[in-house]
């Protein structure tokens, strides 16, 4: 499928849909020109090749929304070849990769256990979630570090997690408990 496309009236180009996830777009003349000029670390010029890729891949029924898309140029004679390649959705990462604990508590004694006694011991710990993992039980803690005392016990129970995307693994792919306050919510209803 080959597409003729002038974009804003402006840069002329051909688009031609090569698969379910790639188009060919190739800039001549002129347009070359302007995008070898173009400042690429400038966020108006990136957006506007992002644009022109968006604007590409909706005429040849390709949805980028949400999904990776790879970008690769190259340069020959007089012409100028975009491949652009629309991959699988995004993968977020975490802002703060230093924040959030997680604890494996095992079964479900050992982890009423010690929600239990981190409730009698009536820590200021508010932003904590609870989730169960093929049989585990998890408390998430949206903090760098925790109490000691409260470190204490959960270690009596169970064990840290250890890496830095622990926390968003579990609360990703775990069936959450309660999502806020857990220790408090569940804590109320054991005592």
Do not use: W
Not at 176 to 187: D, Q, V
């Amino acid at each position: 499928m080959v597409l003729d496309y002038i974009i804003l009236g402006v840069v002329a180009l051909t688009v031609s849909k090569l698969g379910e996830n790639r188009v060919l777009i190739v800039l001549c003349g002129k347009e070359i020109e302007e995008i070898r000029g173009m400042d690429f670390e400038d966020t108006a010029a990136r957006s506007r090749v992002i644009g022109l890729t968006r604007r590409a891949c909706k005429s040849s029924g390709i949805d980028t929304g949400g999904k990776r898309v790879n970008i690769e140029a190259l340069e020959l004679e007089k012409s100028c070849y975009l491949l652009v390649t629309v991959g699988a959705q995004k993968r977020y990462r975490l802002k703060r990769s230093g924040s959030g604990l997680c604890y494996c508590l095992g079964e479900s004694g050992s982890f009423l256990n010690a929600v239990e006694q981190l409730y009698r011991q009536n820590s200021c710990c508010r932003s904590n979630s609870a989730y169960k993992l093929a049989g585990k039980y998890y408390l998430v803690f949206d903090y760098p570090s925790i109490p000691k005392s409260m470190s204490r016990i959960l270690l009596e129970y169970g064990g840290r997690l250890s890496g830095r995307l622990a926390a968003a693994r579990i609360k990703e792919h775990a069936k959450p408990i309660c999502e806020r306050n857990a220790i408090e919510l569940i804590g109320k209803a054991l005592v």
